[in-house]
């Protein structure tokens, strides 16, 4: 398999993360953003904490978190936020016709 098809397949696996989450916890990213306009940086730092806890080696006490995953969520995040800043650029462009 090829590095497009690759990079094609994680961000399949993002979206129907993305969208298994939404439907779970609602559209918590974007309420939390709301409120507090930079929340970027803190869900980003959380994760990043997290890999870097993971990336150390030290014996994890919780074993359902893996570097992928984390990776995963950090992306989804950066998405998540570029989304939130399209929508804010352009409402209109993203109402229901």
């Known amino acids: 398999m ?4 690759i990079h094609r397949n994680i961000c399949n696996k993002l979206n129907e993360t993305y969208a298994n989450k ?6 918590s990213f974007s309420e939390l ?5 930079n929340a970027i940086l803190v869900r980003l730092f959380d994760k990043y904490m997290r890999l870097e806890s993971l990336l150390s080696g030290k014996n994890q006490k919780v ?7 984390t990776l995963l ?9 570029l989304v939130e800043m399209e929508i ?10």
Not at 2 to 5: A, E, N, P
Not at 33 to 37: E, H, S
Not at 88 to 97: C, G, I, M, Q, S
């Open 2 to 5: 090829d590095k497009v098809q």
């Open 63 to 69: 074993i359902d978190e893996s570097i992928y995953d």
């Open 88 to 97: 804010e650029t352009d409402p209109n462009k993203w109402r229901a016709v």
């Open 22 to 27: 939404n439907h779970d916890y609602g559209d």
């Open 33 to 37: 953003r709301k409120r507090f306009p």
């Open 73 to 81: 969520d950090m992306a989804n995040y950066c998405i998540m936020e």
